[in-house]
């Protein structure tokens, strides 16, 4: 489905440049959930916005089903980190989740309906006609989510898409994620920075290193499905694995910058 | 309420400079005032108000429909903004004055040329503003929906817009008080057609000066009207930014 | 007279520009005594302030005749921008009626005095810094050594009462109203002396027009000429009109001072003006004015 | 050098393609810009040029740095005091409305005729959209900014100065091209030299083609004043073109 | 230090009025470091902006040293949850940090050395001449809590202070505070989602209910100092006590909206 190879890329140029990627290589198979972790500033949202085509990286190539990303390609979503930002300020939060649909071959109240079902999927039932800025952070955490969800991508991109919430509403949204990634086929790629979360929810855990960002771990989770919050956290397995991605992580020098 | 205690305070503060002999020569506010009352009841001032305002409107609206896009083309679109910007920074500081016999010369009609003159000077506002605020776009909030597969004019529609829309208010605003100025002053200089302008002509070759500064207060208390008029509709449209 | 119909007319719906003060006066009385639509035409009106801002919609055609200044007239035709051409003559300067005023308490008495002033006139190069520049002449004074500022004559007086300026070229009835208001004093009388008799205003139009619309013009000549006879005969005709187009109330209207209206203009005054703006440099080439009198409309 | 005079390109091909549309309507008052180009140059041959143009600018460039100066500083004000702009805002609104050439004998009333009266001509002209823009600007700055100075006490005025500034800048980049405008039109009344007089003294004698000079002689400072503003924007808003470049 | 009696904050009016807070009441001593947990959208961040003087509640009050706070008090700092709009874009990442200084008696190159030190400290020694756009989330959320901690504020305000950034670099924050705390006398209130979190930093944790927020639970957390993020997290009281937020926080009902 996604194929990323020796992916690269600096921001700005002379010596102020950044390195933020360097020779990055990936795949991801079709209905895969991976999860991918990395310190901070390594240059995870940026491989992201790689994916989805917002920027042009500086050395290297994505293909997404084999066809080179040059613009942003159809039938995928994005939770962005900066969610309150992304969320449309003029817009009612039902309408911010409804929008998208407009791509979508669905009128109306079809659309209405949608974006109502994803919200309360999300515990957001009766936040539709407020505006974002009448919500808490986690809640327009969530919104951002209905909206990605709303929209069943072929790919959907997350990037640390439950730092905003209690734990409970997070377990929660792990769960609601997985559940939807089942019925829909979806691909999904989520940057997190919770250990158990990646393996709780991930088919596979990439490690980033520090900037430039290339992968130094790649495990794959052989979980049993449907996970289970409290059974496949209890998993000897698990724990391992979870062990093991973070000795990966702490194994990384700090990030200077 | 405070409103009208400002603008109280304010004509006192006038009156009490005029009648004190601070303001020699001109006639105490309240005079001005009452012949300004007076003139609601003259019928060829009223038409002459409304010879102004449908050029003010009709001025206005031609330039929004006009200026706007050509402000997000402007604004979307580097390399045709790097190559209009020397010609449009060569107009933009031609007084409309200067250009009022051009106006008068390519069009018979004396209320066409007034409504040319009211769009050529009226849309320097609305352009850089929209311009401007395109460039104040949260890079996010686009992102956000190119990410959902959006093409360049949807998210020019549908984040660009809105997001510029009160830079664009702004612009509005500053337009609708351009426009009775553009008016009154062609009238002034050029005659023909009406309007406030040929009164303050007829006054002023009459030696009425309280007339004159009478429709003068005409042509503010406008501009204050439809400035009023228009923040109730952009705060009804842009009700999520008066809200925070 | 009498019309020969609108039929053989080349228009019948004249565009004129007036100028709100006494001398459109014949115009209105015309239209008052039903002499336009004797001749078959309709004659519509638009307030102007002066020739010079509408003369692109003289060259385009949409306004037809206007009120000129002789002044106006000259500059224009000198400028080569447009042939234009006297029409019909209205009105002749006569002693007191445009002068030089200082405020009351000012020490300027005379010509002389006003060396290094500033004079208000209300447009520079014009009738007024000519006549004042004529009569500074005579005071042994040089057109230089006055500094003339151009100020609309309805603002001239709060200028002149608020000393923002030392002296004020004025006209009626911005005149009657410096002298009753403020205790103005004159200091020159500039319609005597050396510029007495000098012709004020008339109507123009173009040369093209002219030839375009023989009939038209012969037809809208006779009217306007017996207004012109009427106005010449009877002051109180005049001050019948005046306040029904301008906001001069009717007592001050028969208060004014005017020139003399007559049919026709002395072309001696006419070349003694063009003489005068153009020794003064405010013409590039000596006029003949001779040139600017159609010999006969119709 | 060299790359930054080719985005001028336009400018000659509008000139060439006015030329041609001119020369073959043949309108009295559209001289092509070769006539128009030949009687700057005899104008600036017979006149002396720099009398007009030097107190012009000056005028020009005081004007517009009182009103930008008092234009943001009360636009500020009122965008962040409801009190003050609910008492002064009729006022505002009225006033910019009024055409500064109907205002005139107010001013005379307080200026002396000459240079006085023109730089108050220039300040009421180019106030307004200053004002207006940073009123705008100031009233909505995004709360959290407002949030994070209020915690930490840090002067709130200059947070506000500084998260309005997109839009303060628009204000003042049509301030520059109206002073331009205001300059000329300051100089129609009680003046006796200067850009704007001699554009007068040119419709007064119909001297069309000095009417034209005047025009792009206008359009030539306004390039050149633009120019010098985005230069000065561009090292101001420096932040703001690296966070919105997407 | 701080007093909270009978808090309630009520958010528009009529219809549309949205309860956050009812009858909350509060204290905290100096020096001490509460950690409060509640459901998202709870009221958590409401609270905070009571304490802070940015909002005035629309019922009870909120005291510190006694004095009632109607204007912000002085010597407060605050970690916003929306913390990338909280940093000024037109300044640079260093200019950010030192900008409060200015109100300390310091001269300007003790500020500079002031916010170098405490850029340092939270791991982005080299990122002080770029700009916040130029950052990662978390590098964002990173300067927001140097610029707090360079500030030494008597009392301290952290919405979810360490949501944006990696396991590793969480702990170390963690740590961080916790060091400073004990260096420099301060006061702390720190809101959280991760439990563990709220017990491994917190003095006290209290709990808040769904909204409208009130405190449902408040536990003295008697660990030792200095803790140590193996040992502490080891030991049978944390885990209990964790066992124990955890209880209470799950026994909430889920917030609708
Ligand atoms: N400006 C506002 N106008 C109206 N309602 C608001 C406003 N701000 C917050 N609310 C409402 O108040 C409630 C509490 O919000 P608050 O931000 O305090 O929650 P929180 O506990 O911080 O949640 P989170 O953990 O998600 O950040 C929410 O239900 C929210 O919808
Ligand atoms: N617009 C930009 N200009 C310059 N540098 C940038 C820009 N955006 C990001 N960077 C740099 O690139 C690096 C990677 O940033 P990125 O946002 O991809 O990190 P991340 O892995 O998502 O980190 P976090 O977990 O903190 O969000 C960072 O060091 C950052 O400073
Ligand atoms: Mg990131
Ligand atoms: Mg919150």
């Keep these: ?257 | ?244 | ?298 | 050098m060299i790359r930054r005079l080719a985005w001028y390109w336009l400018i000659p091909v509008a000139a060439l393609a006015w030329e041609v549309a001119t020369r073959s309507a043949g309108a009295v008052y559209f001289p092509p810009p070769s006539t128009i180009l030949a009687r700057m140059r005899e104008m600036a041959a017979t006149e002396d040029v720099a009398a007009d143009l030097v107190p012009s600018l000056a005028r020009l460039a005081v004007g517009w740095a009182l009103a930008a100066a008092a234009g943001v500083a009360l636009g500020v004000l009122l965008g962040r005091s409801p009190l003050l702009a609910k008492l002064v805002e009729p006022i505002v609104h009225f006033g910019r409305s009024v055409p500064p050439a109907a205002l005139l004998p107010v001013f005379l009333v307080f200026f002396k005729v000459g240079t006085p009266i023109q730089l108050a001509a220039i300040v009421y002209g180019v106030l307004w959209p200053v004002l207006v823009n940073s009123m705008d600007g100031a009233r909505h700055v995004d709360t959290q900014y407002l949030d994070t100075a209020q915690v930490f006490h840090l002067p709130r005025w200059r947070v506000v100065l500084a998260a309005a500034a997109p839009k303060i800048f628009a204000g003042l980049r049509l301030s520059v091209a109206l002073a331009l405008i205001m300059m000329v039109i300051s100089e129609l009344y009680a003046s006796s030299e200067g850009i704007g007089h001699r554009m007068r003294e040119a419709e007064g004698s119909v001297d069309i083609p000095a009417m034209w000079a005047g025009i792009v002689l206008l359009g030539v400072l306004g390039v050149m004043l633009n120019g010098l503003f985005l230069a000065v924007e561009r090292r101001a808003l420096r932040w703001h073109r690296g966070r919105t470049a997407a």
Tied chains: 1, 5.
Aim: charged residues 20%.
């Design chain 2, 1 to 244: 309420m405070i409103r009208t205690l400002g603008v109280l305070g304010f004509l006192l503060v006038l009156e009490a400079a005029g009648r004190l002999g601070l303001i020699e020569a001109l006639p105490p506010v309240s005079v001005v005032l009452v012949t300004a009352a007076g003139l609601a009841a003259d019928g060829s001032f009223l038409s002459d108000v409304g010879a102004t305002l449908s050029a003010c409107a009709a001025g206005l609206l031609i330039a929004v429909v006009t200026a706007v896009p050509a402000g997000l083309l402007l604004g979307t679109v580097p390399a045709v903004e790097r190559s209009v910007r020397p010609l449009v920074e060569f107009l933009r500081p031609i007084p409309s004055l200067s250009l009022i016999p051009l106006a008068m010369f390519l069009y018979t009609d004396s209320h066409d040329a007034k409504i040319a003159l009211i769009v050529y000077t009226c849309s320097w506002p609305l352009l850089i503003n929209t311009m401007y605020g395109l460039a104040d776009v949260d890079p996010i909030a686009k992102d956000t929906l190119r990410g959902f597969g959006f093409g360049p004019m949807a998210v020019l529609w549908r984040v660009s817009l809105p997001s510029t829309a009160p830079f664009i208010a702004t612009g509005v605003r500053i337009a609708i008080s351009v426009t009775l100025i553009v008016a009154v002053s062609v009238e002034l200089l050029a005659g023909g057609g009406g309007g406030i302008g040929a009164y303050l002509v007829q006054a002023g070759s009459a030696n009425r000066v309280d007339r004159m500064l009478a429709a003068t207060v005409w042509a503010g208390a406008l501009g204050l009207a439809a400035n009023a008029l228009f923040t109730a509709a952009e705060r009804r449209l842009l009700r999520w930014r008066w809200a925070t």
């Design chain 3, 1 to 298: 007279g009498g019309g020969d119909g609108g039929a053989a007319q080349e228009k019948t719906t004249l565009t004129v520009g007036v100028v709100p003060v006494p001398s459109s006066a014949p115009l209105f009385i015309a239209e008052k005594n039903g002499l336009f639509k004797a001749e078959g035409l309709t004659v519509k009106t638009e307030i102007i302030q002066a020739p010079q801002a509408v003369m692109p919609k003289i060259l385009n055609g949409s306004m037809d005749a206007f009120l000129t200044s002789y002044v106006s007239l000259l500059a224009i035709n000198d400028s080569g921008a447009a042939k234009l051409r006297l029409f019909q003559h209205v009105q002749t300067a006569a002693p007191g009626i445009a002068s030089v005023v200082v405020p009351k308490d000012s020490p300027i008495r005379t010509a002389a005095d006003l060396k290094g002033k500033t004079v208000g006139v209300n447009v520079l190069r014009a009738l007024g810094q000519t006549v004042t520049n004529a009569h500074l002449q005579q005071a042994g004074l040089k057109p230089d050594d006055v500094k003339f500022t151009a100020v609309p004559f309805a603002d001239q007086l709060t200028a002149l009462s608020t000393k923002k300026i030392d002296a004020a070229w004025l006209v009626e009835p911005f005149l009657t109203a410096a002298r009753k208001d403020l205790g103005a004093v004159e200091v020159i009388d500039t319609t005597s002396g050396p510029t007495a008799g000098l012709p004020l205003d008339a109507w123009g139009v173009s040369e093209e027009w002219l030839t375009k619309n023989p009939k038209t013009a012969a037809a809208f000549h006779r009217a306007l000429a017996k207004a012109q006879q009427i106005a010449s005969a009877d002051r109180n005709a005049i001050n019948a009109v005046i306040p029904t187009y301008t906001q001069i109330p009717a007592a001050a209207a028969s208060a004014m001072k005017l020139g003399e209206f007559s049919a026709e203009v002395d072309k001696a005054s006419f070349q003694k003006l063009a003489d005068l703006l153009h020794g003064y440099g405010y013409l590039k080439s000596k006029p003949d004015v001779t040139t600017m009198i159609p010999s006969k409309i119709g």
């Design chain 1, 1 to 257: 489905m996604l194929e990323i190879s020796n992916l690269s890329h600096v921001y700005g140029s002379g010596p102020g440049a950044h390195h933020a990627i360097e020779g990055l290589n990936l795949s991801v198979a079709e209905g895969e959930l991976l999860c991918i972790v990395g310190p901070s500033g390594a240059g995870k949202s940026t491989l992201l916005r790689s994916i989805a085509g917002l920027i042009q990286p500086t050395g290297g190539e994505v293909r997404i089903e084999g066809k080179l990303v040059k613009q942003t390609p159809d039938n995928l979503a994005v939770v962005f980190q900066d969610y309150s930002r992304s969320l449309f300020p003029w817009m009612s939060v039902a309408d911010n989740v409804a929008l998208p649909l407009r791509r979508k071959k669905m009128d109306k109240q079809q659309r209405r309906a949608a974006a109502q079902e994803a919200l309360e999927s999300v515990g957001l039932a009766e936040a539709g006609k407020k505006y974002p800025f009448q919500l808490s952070g986690g809640m327009q955490q969530r919104v951002a989510i209905a909206r990605a969800l709303a929209y069943r991508p072929a790919l959907m991109l997350m990037d640390e898409p439950f730092g905003s919430v209690d734990a409970q509403t997070r377990e929660d949204l792990e769960d609601l994620v997985l559940q939807v990634r089942g019925h829909h086929k979806m691909t999904i790629v989520l940057i997190t920075h919770d250990i158990d979360e990646s393996v709780y929810v991930g088919d596979r855990v990439v490690v980033l290193s520090k900037a430039p960002a290339h992968v130094v771990g790649d495990l794959k989770v052989e979980l049993a499905s449907p996970r289970d919050q409290i059974t496949t956290r209890e998993h000897s397995d698990f724990v391992h694995l979870r062990a093991e991605v973070g000795r990966l992580v702490r194994g990384l020098e700090r990030t200077p910058a």
